[in-house]
């Protein structure tokens, strides 16, 4: 199957993600594109996509949003999963990991439009001097921490779900 893999990402914690549910699905036997989610033209060429944001605000990133509302109807029409990534872990403590438990916000008009296979959220990454000081204060006030939280055999085991899914692709034969 032709798949592609489109993300949005602000700082490259979700590109590495989108990278590597692609070296998943390749190793399953299928063609993968991973593309950023501003890039991508149409979804029609494609027979299953996978779409992931990182969450800032408690929302997606424009380009993804911009995509799902663009190519609704194309992407109802297949397999679709959809994965967010917010820079928190659900298993940080209060407050800060009942955030990262909260969905984007439109997520709900989104899984009714366009039906998916699948919703999952990851964990992803604080980089320290990113947030500056006085984020790594309000952080450690919060009982959080900067840092990579993301679970790549979680990241490993979703993709492999999702290689299940999809029809085997056929052996070509040697010549």
């Not at 424009?62 to 663009?70: N, V, W, Y």
């Amino acid at each position: 199957m032709r798949i592609l893999v489109a993300v949005a990402s602000r700082y490259g914690s979700a590109r590495e993600i989108a990278a590597a549910i692609a070296r998943t699905l390749r190793a399953a036997g299928h063609a993968v594109d991973v593309k950023d989610a501003a890039a991508v033209g149409e979804i029609a060429p494609y027979e299953a996509v996978v779409l992931g944001s990182a969450i800032y605000n408690q929302a997606w990133l424009a380009e993804l949003s911009a995509l799902l509302r663009r190519e609704a109807e194309a992407l109802a029409a297949r397999p679709v999963w959809l994965f967010s990534v917010g820079s928190l872990s659900s298993e940080q403590r209060w407050p800060l990991g009942a955030l990262a438990r909260r969905e984007p916000r439109g997520i709900g008009v989104v899984l009714a439009a366009i039906r998916p296979r699948d919703y999952h959220v990851f964990a992803g990454a604080v980089a320290p001097q990113r947030v500056g000081r006085v984020g790594r204060l309000a952080y450690t006030l919060l009982y959080g921490r900067c840092g990579d939280e993301r679970d790549w055999r979680e990241v490993a085991t979703w993709a492999e779900r999702i290689a299940r899914e999809l029809p085997v692709p056929a052996a070509v034969p040697p010549r």
